[in-house]
């Protein structure tokens, strides 16, 4: 679905603009999924969607990180794979963030995250 402005890329499922957009990328850096945040997080809005990349969908995701099934469709990783495999092939300090905003804003430039960050995941 595409707002009336026209702009695909800042509609979000709850029907408000999107503020932020987080990309999970594979080693090879192919987005595999994404979070968007909504611009109205807080009031009246949960705030948060995950999707994957579709091509089948008129834009071009599917705003559900699971399939048909109700199976995982994609494979959980890291915010910032690339970079943080880079880290530890160079033999850096990596922080590992609970939230992706604190990856973004964190005195480190080598930090990362996983999606839904405060459930314990098994990377």
Known sequence: MVKPNGNADLWMPCG???AAEYLYRDHD???LYGVARCR???NGCQGFQQWRPD???RSGRRWSLYGDDGRLAVKLVPYRLPELLAAIREERVVMICESTSRVLTSLSSRTATSPAASTPRRL
């Open 40 to 42: 109205l997080k807080g």
């Open 29 to 31: 850096g192919t987005v």
């Open 16 to 18: 408000h603009d999107k």
């Open 55 to 57: 091509p089948s969908e």
